[in-house]
Antibody, heavy 120, light 108 residues
């Protein structure tokens, strides 16, 4: 199982960014996926999740209305579209595989993360 | 939202000693849907325990989890040098998924 995030960058407040997570080693469409973030020196915060076939999406209150999670099962790729970015969104963003297709569930595999920095 | 409070914040022990980490939930965790994750500096988190007490694949048996309802415990029976890390409990019984603030296990 491999999860490889990309797309992190330095962006100005109010800007947008799209993160990607390319996966391999398992049947992608059979598992829910999440994004979990970690601000510098801080703990883990769940951000968003999507069920295996994409029919259900879930968001933390802190990002609801600004972030959109999606997946392309034909490309084995998970996405996070991040709009109206704020300084407090600065974090390392991890892609995490759930143990089953539904939400919520625990995460049995994690990627190495991609860094998003929101600053002027 | 279920708030998870971990104690202690930092635990200083020596290799070979026993470590006891606590995680208390603000309300009952559905179906004991409680996981423990380990994170070493510069690395992604790694699953240790799910369902409060089931070790993940490849996790040594010196790691054990217990508890139910609102009180959960992770025990490392005999600390190895590679066990010094930050440990996070996580509940997945209800949305949103939440994590504890972490317990840092450091070498004494």
């Amino acid at each position: 199982v491999q999860l490889l995030e990309s797309g992190g960058d330095l962006v100005q407040p109010g800007g947008s960014l799209r993160l990607s997570c390319a996966v391999s080693g398992f049947t992608f469409s059979s598992y829910a996926m999440s994004w979990v973030r970690q601000a510098p020196g801080k703990g883990l915060e769940w951000v968003s999740a999507i069920t295996g076939r994409g029919g259900g999406t879930y968001y933390a209150d802190s990002v609801k209305g600004r972030f959109t999670i999606s997946r392309d099962n034909s490309k084995n790729t998970l996405y996070l579209q991040m709009n109206s970015l704020r300084a407090e969104d600065t974090a390392l963003y991890y892609c995490a595989k759930a143990a089953n297709w539904a939400f919520p569930d625990y995460f049995d595999y994690w990627g190495q993360g991609t860094l998003v920095t929101v600053s002027s | 939202e279920i708030v998870l409070t971990q104690s202690p914040g930092t635990l200083s022990l020596s290799p070979g000693e026993r470590a006891t980490l606590s995680c208390r939930a603000s309300q009952s965790v559905s179906s004991n849907s409680l996981a423990w994750n380990q994170q070493k500096p510069g690395q992604a988190p790694r699953l240790l325990i799910s369902g409060a007490s089931s070790r993940a694949t490849g996790i040594p048996d010196r790691f054990s989890g217990s508890g139910s309802g609102t009180d959960f415990t992770l025990i490392i029976s005999r600390l190895e040098p590679e066990d010094f890390a930050v440990y996070y409990c996580q509940q997945y019984g209800s949305s949103p998924i939440t994590f504890g603030q972490g317990t840092r296990l450091e070498i004494k």
